[in-house]
């Protein structure tokens, strides 16, 4: 019976991708000795909250997520941040692979919120692995699945997410409305000449400040 173990040598910002991208290093043990052929490798990547610590900036933009701070006893818990897969090559004994990890800035992703909201250090993160494995059988290939068990902690620095979004989305971000609210918008901004989205929101805030309470 074959045993493998994962480890995720580094996370990197991806700078050549279509789309915003991570990129983790995996090596990969198969400790038996035996020739793989191919894994067709699936990857759930959980952010596990509760195990670091958060200063009063972090509070202010985690309470959206969690409530307040009396409360993350019972809200800090692990969620889903992304699935993704990877083919590995034939390889015995030890190899190393490239997991594209795909990210957003949409706000409505709560992967998104919390990397926003945390303003320095790292971030835990543990991948959990399953998928195919496939071997040399006794008529040509053999399959087996890759034990349930498998899986690799990581501590994520803050700063690797933040400067892939800067390389994606310089010195700007977005936030995703409803069609009715955007019309609305964009009404609001040709009733008053206004030349840019930015504008437009930058009128709107001055406005509510600047009304009576």
């Not at 958060?54 to 019972?74: H, I, N």
């Not at 390889?91 to 992703?109: H, R, S």
Request: with cysteine; net charge negative; proline share 5%.
């Amino acid at each position: 019976m074959s045993t493998y173990s994962f480890t995720v040598v580094d996370i990197h910002a991806e700078p050549y991708a279509a789309d915003p991208q991570l990129t983790a290093r995996l090596r990969i043990q198969e400790s038996s000795g035996e020739t793989i052929h191919a894994i067709a490798l699936r990857c759930q990547v959980r952010i596990e909250p509760q195990r670091r610590r958060y200063d009063e900036v972090d509070e202010t933009g985690l309470r959206a997520l969690f409530g307040d701070r009396d409360r993350w006893a019972d809200t800090l818990k692990p969620f889903l941040w992304m699935q993704c897969n990877a083919m590995v090559q034939g390889f015995t004994g030890i190899t190393e692979v490239d997991l594209a990890l795909p990210c957003t800035y949409d706000f409505d992703v709560t992967g998104s919120r919390y990397l926003h909201a945390v303003g320095e250090g790292t971030i835990p993160i543990v991948l959990l692995f399953s998928g195919t494995v496939f071997t040399k059988g006794m008529n040509g290939f053999g399959v087996q699945q890759v034990p349930w068990d498998c899986e690799a902690s990581y501590q994520l620095p803050v700063e690797v997410w933040h400067e892939m979004i800067r390389s994606y989305f310089p010195n700007t971000g977005w936030i995703r409305l409803h069609h009715d609210v955007l019309a609305e918008l964009a009404d609001y901004k040709s009733r008053h000449g206004l030349t840019t989205w930015e504008e437009t929101v930058q009128t709107l805030l001055v406005a509510r400040d600047g009304a009576p309470s």
